[in-house]
T-cell receptor, first 110, second 113 residues
Framework: EDQVTQSPEALRLQEGESSSLNCSYT??????LFWYRQDPGKGPEFLFT???AGEEKEKERLKATLTKKESFLHITAPKPEDSATYLC???????????FGSGTQLTVLP | EAGVVQSPRYKIIEKKQPVAFWCNPI?????LYWYLQNLGQGPELLIR????????DSQLPKDRFSAERLKGVDSTLKIQPAELGDSAVYLC???????????FGQGTRLTVV
């Protein structure tokens, strides 16, 4: 069964303390890997798309990378406003389902 | 450019009652998704449309859930009758094609009492 797994489930950082979130996938024929940010009470907000191993995308303090088995979301010098749940999703299988992981809840303390 | 619009934002109903959710996708987006999200979990796919055709509804509980996308634009998701376990956030998303980034609406929070 195609799966997308995120770790850790929750992460607490001090402001300025850089870290990485992991998204691993056990899928056949990954057709795209997507990162989203979700704030409480809102729908997921699109951040990045990655298609090929070795690809990297950056936006402000966030950088997403992709290997053949996993993706990382690197957060450099985070600020309290970066606190949110970060979701990754993969387009998988012949049915091209957009399958989500369960998310990492990030809290950045001032 | 207007985003994905969902209504209502909140709905409280008694169990066994019917309920319907509406979604207006981004103009020109052929692919439309309905997801269910429980607290602390990632979204779970219910159904995917390519234009007006439901191409993946394997996760939709067909005994009580139904969906339609007339003319390949707006979509409605219906539950009849609702059960207590249906309480969740129902998200609609759209994208240009199945391998492209999807954009989400704000969701409808359903509470069944």
């Amino acid at each position: 069964e195609d799966q997308v797994t995120q770790s850790p489930e929750a992460l607490r950082l001090q402001e300025g303390e850089s870290s990485s979130l992991n998204c691993s996938y056990t899928v056949s024929g990954l057709r795209g890997l997507f990162w989203y940010r979700q704030d409480p009470g809102k729908g997921p907000e699109f951040l990045f798309t990655l298609y090929s191993a070795g690809e990297e995308k950056e936006k402000e303090r966030l950088k997403a990378t992709l290997t053949k088995k996993e993706s990382f979301l690197h957060i450099t010098a985070p600020k309290p406003e970066d606190s949110a749940t970060y979701l990754c999703a993969g387009v998988v299988g012949s049915a091209r389902q957009l399958t989500f992981g369960s998310g990492t809840q990030l809290t950045v303390l001032p | 450019e207007a985003g994905v619009v969902q209504s209502p934002r909140y709905k409280i109903i008694e169990k066994k009652q019917p309920v319907a959710f509406w979604c207006n996708p981004i103009s020109g987006h052929n692919t439309l998704y309905w997801y269910l999200q429980n607290l602390g979990q990632g979204p779970e796919l219910l159904i995917r449309y390519e234009n007006e055709e439901a191409v993946d509804d394997s996760q939709l509980p067909k005994d009580r859930f139904s969906a339609e996308r007339l003319k390949g634009v707006d979509s409605t998701l219906k539950i009849q009758p609702a059960e207590l376990g249906d309480s969740a956030v129902y998200l609609c998303a759209s994208c240009r094609g199945p391998n492209t980034e999807a954009f989400f609406g704000q969701g409808t929070r359903l509470t069944v009492v």
